[in-house]
């Protein structure tokens, strides 16, 4: 008995061992331990949370933020550098999947039920609304009359004694006993009697005078208010009346009367006020909200408690362009026929008016509980439809809000599953995880790339955004094929900077400005991103063309000037985060790779044959493409790539791997749309081989582009020529297109001594003299480059003729054959400019002409060396001639606009230097 007692002690003793082993050494069971039965100290809290966070940190990346200061981003728990509060942890895990926006987050099923979110599919569809407004029965303005008296003297009798008596037109209202009446009276009945004594005198003089006697009475009278016929009554009469009549000058009711009888009255003192009640107007009160769907001549019903059951109607015919500060509302005036009088100045009204939306295509509309609102501007938040536990936010345009509805202007599309219940508790966890929210748009921006990221949320200090600037250092290295993309942003910003600007001094209208927003939105809507291939970049460029398309719309629709120029400056804010987040123009190529010199031969042999294919596309050639595509193949087989460096070896192979890849449609292709659909990525893989290898021969090469290509999505070509061919539409668009880039010269690897081995310059060797004798007619293009980017059109044409009378003074005999022959062709076309500046009737066709002499003027400069000695540049604007573009040269850096002048002086950019630097 002993012994077994003994051995059940054992067990107990063993088990009693274990269990608080495990208790003790639980990680899962100890901190319930703890709270439950002990109350830890702050410090020792602290510290286990301290550690636990630790424990997690192996597993998912947690960083410390404050609840109130989301921006705040520390690596270490501690206190708030703003308010002082205890930072508390916060996970960056986003449980796996893609990211899809910068303002997604991830909510596990037990998360999705405490938030209660719900979603609804955005849909198009008609809605409609009754607006429901007060107000009451007014005077119509346009019909009230005051009679006055149009003499002085004492009021005897009063025909109307009382408000609210009907009166006809020309009714007796008063009687007045006038003085100054009776003597014009009697001045005219004595005019008339010398007139009929003097009928019979032989002078007319005379006569002539006494009439005109006559009608100088008549006239008083008139002026006293005495119509023609009491005029004639008193001739009639023959004795002056010192009393005078007066009537009513038109039909209604009396609503006031001024004066009683007996009392004296002065020239133009008010007697009565006569409204005529066969029309009125009806006041209504409506809210901001209410407004959008009010318009001008609709029809609206309303009612009064005088006439229940009768319903009355009325035209909008008028809307107050301001708030009234009191009511916060806004006055609505009703037109109303009130032939029967049943409608009396100052009855309430009642208003319901039924909009409709249709006409077209029906909106998009997301319930009322969807957005969470900020102005015109909104953001809600939507679900993956492949991923229902990942929610992302989207800045969206609102329209007016039709009852449980809103009407979605821009941001969403047909389909997209919007989140209808708990956005806001959505929104403040993508808060505290420091990513743009409803409350903290402004979250994400990157530190530009090169540079010590400076604390998440803490502005950069002056002299790093400087130095960023200085060093042309962005966020992000993206591709060439979209960062060529952005410079065409950067000139539509600098239009829109300057256009409102000239708004705002009273030199345009907001109708411009709209236009001018338009351009950008339609132009960042235009950009394909697709060649990003970086997340994160990709993901920031989604978040800031979504803000900048948003800006853009609104600023296209701003009702006035001062709506515009608010809008721009939060548009400016996220068009400088864009321009220190993505390059707005290309990234300078590499340097060009050595080759040999029959290496290079190939090379050129290889571009000939290419500039052949593209001519015959551009002529809608189909067999004469077949034979150039069949010569580049023959070319790329058989180039000499043997002696090539391993840099430069391991570029060709990709190059021509690409290069043979496309040429095999081009070959086979049966028609000319399967030729062209080839040719663009035989053009891409020769032109980042030209990139790399520089152009053959020293010769400029033009990448080109056209953005209606292939659907919109854009195409590029070579060309060594300025002039646009265009090969993917041939002879139907042949000019559709711009110069994109210059592909800088190859190098030549075996440098004279003393030389660097500097590209070859296109100049021609042309004689000094022959230059200063061209001197006089660049500064001649010069100054009319000024002048036309002044509006001046007289001081414009100055310079053409001056220009004509300079062109005679070259001598050409001291050129060589190739320089002969381009100053041949050069002098016709600065004639023919020159001449048609000259004989413009207005400054559009003196621009047109202008373009024919700047196109000259560059192959002057550029080939035959004419003022190099000064600072000269290619400027371009993309905007000219109905965004066809047009080219001129300047001197400096500053754009002066010649094509659009003071309205846009500063649209354009410099492509390359031309003269001295």
Request: glycine share 8%; proline share 6%; hydrophobic share 40%.
């Amino acid at each position: 008995m002993k012994r077994s007692t003994r051995i059940f002690g054992i067990i107990l003793l063993v088990l009693a061992v274990f269990i608080v082993g495990y208790l003790a050494g639980s990680p899962s069971r100890a901190p319930e331990h703890t709270a439950a039965g002990h109350n830890a100290t702050k410090d020792q809290a602290s510290g286990n949370e301290t550690a636990s966070a630790s424990d997690s940190g192996k597993k998912s990346n947690v960083v410390w933020t404050c609840s109130m200061h989301p921006q705040i981003r520390l690596p270490e728990p501690g206190q708030c550098p703003i308010c002082f509060m205890d930072l508390i942890p916060v996970t960056d895990d986003e449980g796996g999947g893609d990211e899809v926006s910068l303002r997604q987050i991830r909510l596990s099923p037990r998360a999705q039920a405490l938030a209660e979110v719900e979603v609804t599919p955005v849909a198009r569809r008609n809605v409609g609304l009754t607006t429901r407004l007060t107000g009451k029965v007014a005077y119509d303005e346009t019909r009230l009359n005051e009679i006055t008296s149009w003499v002085g003297g004492r009021l005897d009798t009063l025909y109307v004694d009382y408000t609210g008596q009907e009166v006809k037109r020309g009714e007796r209202l008063a009687s007045i006993y006038s003085p100054e009446l009776f003597s014009a009276q009697a001045e005219l009945i004595q005019a008339n009697d010398a007139l009929t004594r003097l009928a019979g005198s032989p002078s007319s003089l005379t006569k002539n005078t006494a009439q005109l006697t006559l009608d100088a009475a008549r006239k008083k009278l008139a002026l006293l208010g005495l119509s023609d016929a009491q005029i004639a009554a008193v001739l009639k009469r023959g004795k002056p009346s010192d009393h005078v009549v007066v009537t009513s000058t038109s039909s209604g009711v009396v609503i006031e009367r001024h004066v009683t009888e007996g009392a004296y009255v002065k020239t133009g003192s008010p007697l009565f006020t006569v409204a005529d009640l066969s029309h009125v107007w009806v006041v209504l009160e409506a809210y901001e909200s209410d407004l959008p769907w009010i318009q001008m001549d609709r029809t609206v019903r309303f009612t009064t408690e005088a006439h229940p059951g009768e319903t009355f109607e009325g035209n909008v015919v008028y809307i107050d362009p301001y708030v009234d500060k009191s009511t916060r509302t806004i006055r609505v005036r009703l037109d109303v026929d009130n032939e029967d009088g049943q409608l009396k100045p100052g009855m309430f009204v009642t208003a319901a008016q039924r909009s409709e939306t249709g006409g077209g295509e029906a909106p998009l509309v997301i319930p009322a509980s969807a957005p969470l609102l900020t102005g015109k501007r909104a953001v809600v938040y939507l679900q993956d439809p492949d991923d229902p536990a990942l929610y992302y936010g989207r800045e969206i345009v609102l329209g007016p809000r039709a009852g449980n509805v809103y009407i979605v202007r821009e941001g969403l599309s047909e389909g997209d599953l919007v989140v209808t219940s708990g956005a806001f508790k959505i929104d403040s966890a993508v808060q505290i995880k420091a990513r743009p929210s409803m409350m903290n748009p402004d979250t994400g921006a990157p530190a530009p790339a090169g540079h010590e990221h400076h604390t998440e949320g803490a502005p950069a200090s002056p002299a790093a955004e400087m130095a960023d600037m200085e060093m042309n250092t962005y966020a992000y290295d993206i591709p060439y094929d979209f960062a060529k993309q952005l410079p065409k942003l950067a000139q539509h910003f600098a239009v829109i900077e300057d256009g409102v600007y000239a708004a705002q001094q009273g030199a345009t209208g907001v109708t411009t400005v709209r236009g001018l927003y338009k351009q950008f939105y339609d132009a960042i809507c235009g950009i394909d991103p697709t060649a990003i291939t970086d997340k994160e970049a990709a993901l920031q460029w989604k978040e800031l063309s979504m803000l900048l398309r948003n800006d853009s719309y609104l600023g296209s629709e701003a009702e006035d000037i001062d709506e515009a120029a608010r809008i721009f400056k939060e548009f400016q804010g996220h068009f400088d985060t864009l321009s220190r987040t993505f390059p707005l123009q290309p990234k300078a190529q590499a340097a060009t790779l050595p080759t040999t010199p029959e290496f290079g031969e190939s090379l050129s042999r290889i571009l000939q044959s290419y500039l052949a294919l593209h001519a015959a596309l551009a002529n809608d050639d189909l067999d004469a493409a077949h034979a150039a595509a069949q010569e580049i193949q023959n070319q790329v087989n058989k180039a000499p790539a043997d002696n090539l460096s391993d840099d430069a070896a391991d570029v060709w192979q990709q190059s021509s791997e690409e290069m043979l890849d496309a040429l095999g449609p081009v070959v086979s292709g049966k028609d000319l749309d399967s030729v062209r659909n080839a040719f663009q990525p035989l053009s891409t893989a020769l032109s980042g081989l030209l990139t790399r290898f520089g152009g053959p021969n020293g010769a400029p090469i033009y990448e080109m582009f056209c953005s209606m290509a292939f659907g919109g999505k854009g195409g590029t070509w070579l060309q060594t020529q300025k002039d646009v061919l265009n090969p993917y539409y041939g002879q139907a668009m042949l000019g559709c297109g711009e110069v994109q880039r210059e592909i800088e010269p190859a190098e030549t690897t075996q440098a004279a001594p003393g030389t660097s081995g500097a590209k070859p310059s296109s100049i021609l060797d042309t004689p000094d003299s022959f230059r200063q004798a061209l001197a006089p007619i660049v500064s001649a293009y010069l100054s009319m480059q000024q002048e036309l980017a002044k509006d001046d059109l007289a001081a414009a044409k100055n310079q053409a003729k001056a220009i004509s009378l300079a062109l005679p003074m070259v001598d050409d005999s001291v050129l060589s054959e190739a320089p002969a022959a381009i100053w041949s062709d050069t002098r016709a076309a600065l004639e023919k400019g020159a001449a048609a500046v000259e004989s413009s009737p207005d400054l559009t066709a003196a621009r047109v002409g202008f373009r024919t002499l700047s196109q000259a003027m560059l192959t002057v400069v550029d080939r035959l060396g004419a003022g190099k000695q000064r600072g000269l540049y290619e400027a371009f604007c993309p905007m000219a001639f109905d965004d066809t573009g047009g080219t001129w040269v300047q001197e400096g850096e500053t754009i002066e606009n010649p094509y659009f002048g003071e309205s846009m002086l500063q649209c354009g950019e410099i492509k390359r230097p031309l003269g001295a630097q």
